[in-house]
């Protein structure tokens, strides 16, 4: 399932995954290790492509980085991971494609942010010296603008410019109308030196979410190329996870976006797919792009069993992910299958008839059988202890999947 309306109509592949109005909206994300650490590097690049990052991107801040990257690269693909990696590029981008060739060949995109390239005369040196380099090697690059790290000189020259106008605009609009600008004018510098669009992806990101949506409704409107989107940094744990999913989806549901990365702070009690998880669920909960087969529960009150439904709803979802890549080769089209797991009469049977597979319970107080539904019509009723019938589910369950192409 792709999203209709989306307003992209250049496509830009990085490596063999394509990014645009042809192809799904992509998720990415990033690494944490210290990149010149090859083995741990590896590793996280691995778990993140295998937890559902379609592109993953590494930091390249200095030489032990830079020589660690061919070496990374040629591991995962050995381990037979064949998701994209880009290279993180920051101040010293230019000397470190130029000094350490292997690692400017490896990489399948540039990720450059103009505010970081070198100021004055050096910003447009530096600047032609990348792209020159991804020319050479035709590589991709994403133009990204950080909230956080906009060219300055650009800023105080808007800033000041605006301030001899006779009906000035607010501080707030000459910032974010200053992002735009440092990102087209980058990606029109790009095209210039000879770097084709479909090679060109842009990004402007933000901590705020309202300065975030805007920013983006605002680039949209002035170009075609292939955005990138997210917030600079959402924060830790709950309220992290809700910024990014307001900003996000307020930017999604207007047809913008082609890839994207959730941002979060890692704790000590989770894990850097985290980050992937919620994307993922950001984009199916859209109806933009389906990943794995929606599962409906309801959260539980008084008249359930809530403990014995909480294991069953756990085991089903752990269930479907462990065996969703097995179902997707019998049917193309099964993770957009829907799946519930209901705790009593009220609102059970409704839930369930509308889902493609059900399991309906009867609730604390009423007789001690689950109903199973399957494409709307009751198909059996499951009697025995939680256990079986938490076992006899996750049977038609499979087997549901397993036959649904013949359906």
């Not at 440092?182 to 790009?190: G, H, I, Q």
């Not at 493609?356 to 007789?367: H, T, V, Y």
Request: hydrophobic content about 40%.
């Amino acid at each position: 399932m792709t999203h209709s309306i989306r307003r992209t109509t250049h496509s830009v592949f990085v490596g063999t995954v394509g990014i645009g109005s042809k192809f799904p909206i992509r998720v990415q994300s990033m690494t944490n290790t210290d990149t010149a650490d090859i083995a741990a590097t590896t590793a996280q690049i691995i778990e993140l492509a295998q937890a559902g990052s379609e592109i993953v991107r590494c930091t390249v801040n200095n030489d032990a980085a830079a020589l660690a990257v061919p070496e990374i690269i040629k591991r995962i693909r050995d381990s037979g991971c064949t998701a994209p990696i880009v290279g993180d590029f920051h101040y010293n981008g230019h000397v470190l494609l130029k000094k350490y060739v292997a690692c400017a060949v490896a990489l399948d995109k540039y990720r450059i942010n103009p505010g970081n390239v070198g100021g004055g005369i050096l910003h447009d040196k530096n600047f032609s010296e990348i792209i020159s380099i991804a020319r050479e090697f035709d590589k991709p690059i994403r133009i990204g603008v950080n909230g956080g790290s906009l060219d300055s000189e650009l800023l105080t020259r808007n800033m000041a410019t605006n301030a001899g106008l006779k009906n000035p605009i607010s501080a707030r609009d000459v910032y974010i109308n200053s992002l735009v600008e440092s990102a087209l004018s980058s990606a029109t510098r790009a095209c210039d030196l000879g770097l084709c669009g479909d090679k060109i992806i842009v990004s402007i990101k933000a901590s705020d979410v309202a300065t975030c949506v805007e920013v983006n409704r605002r680039l949209a409107a002035l170009c075609s190329y292939p955005l990138h989107i997210g917030l600079t940094e959402a924060g830790v744990a709950v309220p992290a996870i809700v910024s990014s999913t307001v900003a996000m989806s307020k930017i999604l549901a207007g047809g913008i976006g082609d890839t994207i990365r959730v941002s979060l702070t890692p704790t000590q009690s989770t894990k850097r797919t985290q980050e992937i998880d919620v994307a993922r669920a950001i984009l199916q909960s859209l109806g933009l792009v389906d990943f794995i087969p929606r599962v409906t529960s309801c959260p539980g009150c008084g008249r359930a069993e809530n403990l014995a439904f909480q294991r069953v709803v756990s085991r089903v979802n752990e269930f479907v992910s462990s065996r969703i890549e097995v179902w997707k080769k019998i049917d193309s089209r099964a993770c957009e299958k829907k799946i519930a797991v209901m705790g009593c009469v009220v609102n059970g049977p409704g839930e369930s008839r509308n889902a493609d597979i059900a399991l309906s319970f009867p609730g604390r107080s009423e007789e001690p059988r689950a109903i199973v539904f399957i494409d709307g019509n009751v198909a059996r009723t499951l009697i025995g202890t939680v256990d079986q019938i938490e076992a006899d589910f996750l049977s038609m369950l499979d087997l549901y999947f397993l036959t649904s192409s013949t359906k």
